[in-house]
């Protein structure tokens, strides 16, 4: 069986073919450097099901909003877990006008367009 290209992203090994169509999306968009933080959730009364508030309508009777609610935020592209209770690599991460997040190992390997780790030139 050939062995397919993998890369390593927070010490696993991770199939290129895996991630390209992340890396592709992630592409097109901006990122910046930011400091994860704890965001307000719309917290389902029933079923618990959480969603990031971005003052968007909901049913105050079937709703509570949380002002710290939104607990964690996963990478885009490996799933990594940014939350605040860990260190800088689970801390510090990239985002985006969407509230998209990338951790900074895979921003620094695929989206870091002034560096030439995994370019030709
Ligand atoms: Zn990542």
Not at 37 to 56: E, N
Not at 63 to 89: N, Q, R
Not at 94 to 114: H, I, K, M, P, S
Request: glycine residues 8%; proline residues 4%.
């Amino acid at each position: 069986m050939p062995s397919e290209p993998t890369v390593l992203i927070h010490g696993d090994a991770w199939k290129c073919a895996d991630i390209a169509d992340q890396i592709a999306a992630c592409r097109t968009h901006t990122w910046r450097r930011e400091h994860w933080q704890r965001r307000p959730a719309l917290v389902h009364r029933v079923g618990g099901t959480v969603a990031l508030y971005h003052g968007q309508t909901f049913d105050p009777a079937k709703i509570d909003l949380v002002p710290y609610g939104w607990s964690h935020d996963h990478c885009a592209i490996c799933w990594w877990t940014l939350h605040d209770s860990g260190s800088d690599e689970e801390l510090i991460g990239y985002t985006d006008e969407r509230g998209d997040w990338v951790c900074a190992e895979c921003y620094q390997q695929f989206l870091d367009t002034n560096s030439n780790a995994t370019g030709n030139a």
